[in-house]
């Protein structure tokens, strides 16, 4: 019985892992059952137990046991403490590395947002072209009223950059863009390293490795770029159907300047193509041709788009190869509804220097399958971004804005990433970033044509 009970309050070992020679300290051996047990006294409460020896020994043990408890839950809760101020302190303090792939809008609009996050310690960007090759990008880039905000709001000045308004949008040479965001980007308050004439390659891995610490690398290297695939990413890609058809045309003027020009669009628009024996009758529910012309006075753009229907006049222009007829359209359109002050645009012009789709494809908006990881043996969270994570198979005209919209969720993901510091944590992040990348994705298939080309009302 008293065996049991000072069991229950001193320190026992198993035989298998304690002292063997019970003389070697102040012990003694029970047999408990099965199983021998050492009792493990030591003699600070040995003695306590003799001076106690006049009290009842049920007191005695009482006291013991409540001053016992009174420890344990000291030490606890002083333990309890001190992790939490630590974690708090930690969580505060929390950094990451960030480094950018790709120098086009996108990757420099991160490096902008990375710059004014608190928890981003140092960024590196990795642009393949030197900078004189980047500001000959000759097409032009145009911001909505969403992107002009969100770019304000991360200290990008519009005054200082060259380009023009039109309602509430903003439209700048893309290699203009560049410019101003490379000059701005020293004068951040953050150490930034921008390695540009350097492509981003399986080898540029060695160099990730040797940055310490946790870090994000962000795939901004365009449609056609291979980072987020060398950085573990799946390269597979879904396709979403945006409900329409469209053609486009790009026209290279040499005589013109590098001017940016606001967008021109008509609605509603009918071709007769019995010339080319083509059934051009309607049917129910036909509404007509979205035609805009977009870019600068130099590279000027144009497309067509229709939401989907069993026209006849629709049905040629995806069937029939005839390469003069779309070319007729394109001419007839462009002459019909450029800016005024643009010269015409004639057949030869025409033959010479505009390239165009021969004839009506369905538009599509593609999407990275996988487009956030985390990898824990370097501890680094891979995303792709931009025209590397999701973009339309025909030019908007404001295609740029499809890939901001991403970028909005990115001061949130940066904070997230800093202080998330258990696997479930790591998860929510990482879902929430995807969850918000499907989130654009399906506002950009549902709404995003009808919003960049197909149902605004006409403004020519
Ligand atoms: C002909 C044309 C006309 C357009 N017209 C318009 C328009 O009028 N309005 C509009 O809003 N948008 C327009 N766009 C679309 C717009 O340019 C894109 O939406 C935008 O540039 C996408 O930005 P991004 O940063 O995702 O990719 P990109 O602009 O393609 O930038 C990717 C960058 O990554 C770099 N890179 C690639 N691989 C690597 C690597 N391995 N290592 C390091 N760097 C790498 C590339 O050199 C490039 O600078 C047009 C596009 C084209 C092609």
């Known amino acids: 019985m008293s065996s049991t009970r000072l069991v229950s309050s001193l320190h026992v070992i198993p035989m298998s892992q304690g002292v063997h020679q019970a003389d070697s300290i102040t012990g003694e051996t029970f047999s408990l ?23 009842g020994s049920a007191t005695m043990d009482s006291t013991f046991v409540i001053h016992q408890i009174i420890i344990s839950v000291l030490v606890v809760a002083g333990f309890v403490c001190t992790k939490t101020i630590l974690d708090n302190v930690r969580r505060r303090t929390a950094k990451i590395s960030v480094i950018l792939i790709g120098g086009g809008p996108i990757g420099l609009t991160a490096l902008l947002v990375a710059a004014r996050c608190c928890r981003v310690a140092r960024i590196v960007l990795y642009e393949e072209l030197c900078r004189k090759a980047m500001f000959c990008t000759p097409h032009q880039i145009a911001f909505d009223v969403k992107s002009v905000h969100f770019l304000k709001r ?28 490379l000059d701005i980007a020293p004068r951040v308050g953050k150490p930034v390293d921008i390695r540009t004439g350097t492509k981003f390659t399986s080898e540029s891995l060695r160099d990730l490795e040797r940055i310490s610490g946790r870090k994000l690398v962000i795939a901004c290297d365009g449609s056609s770029g291979q980072a987020a695939q060398i950085l573990g990413l799946s390269d597979e890609f879904v396709q979403q159907s945006c409900r329409a058809y469209g053609a486009v045309a790009a026209l290279d003027r040499p005589s013109e300047c590098q001017v940016p020009l606001p967008e021109r669009y008509v609605h509603n628009l009918h071709f007769d193509l019995t010339a080319y024996g083509s059934d051009t009758s309607e049917v129910d529910g036909y509404n007509g041709f979205s035609f805009k012309v977009f870019g600068t006075s130099r590279n000027r753009y144009m497309t067509l788009s229709i939401p989907k229907c069993e026209s006849p006049l629709v049905k040629s222009l995806r069937t029939v190869l005839d390469r003069s007829m779309m070319r007729n359209i394109f001419l007839k359109c462009f002459n019909t509804y450029k800016s005024s002050s643009e010269p015409n645009l004639s057949d030869p012009l025409a033959v010479k220097y505009m390239k165009f789709s021969p004839r009506l494809f369905e538009i599509r908006l593609s999407q990275r399958v996988e487009n956030t990881a985390y990898f824990q043996e370097p501890d680094m969270f891979v995303l792709a971004e931009g025209e590397a994570a999701r973009c339309y198979n025909i030019h908007t005209g404001m295609d740029v804005n499809v890939g901001l919209r991403g970028l909005m969720a990115l001061p949130t993901f940066l904070s997230g990433i800093a202080v998330a510091d258990t696997d479930h944590a790591i998860l929510k992040v990482l879902t929430q970033k995807n969850k918000d990348a499907e989130r654009v994705c399906r506002e950009f298939t549902r709404t995003g044509l009808a919003e960049y080309h197909l149902s605004r009302s006409a403004r020519v």
């Not at 059952?33 to 009290?55: E, F, R």
């Not at 060259?162 to 560049?178: I, K, N, S």
Request: with cysteine; aromatic share 16%; net charge negative.
């Open 33 to 55: 059952g099965a199983t021998p047990v050492m009792v493990h006294c030591d003699k600070q409460q040995t003695n306590y137990y003799n001076d106690l020896s006049g009290i």
């Open 154 to 181: 991360h200290g990008v000045d519009f005054d200082n950059i060259e380009g023009c308004w039109d309602a509430g949008c903003f439209y700048t040479r893309l290699a203009v863009f560049q410019e101003y965001m």
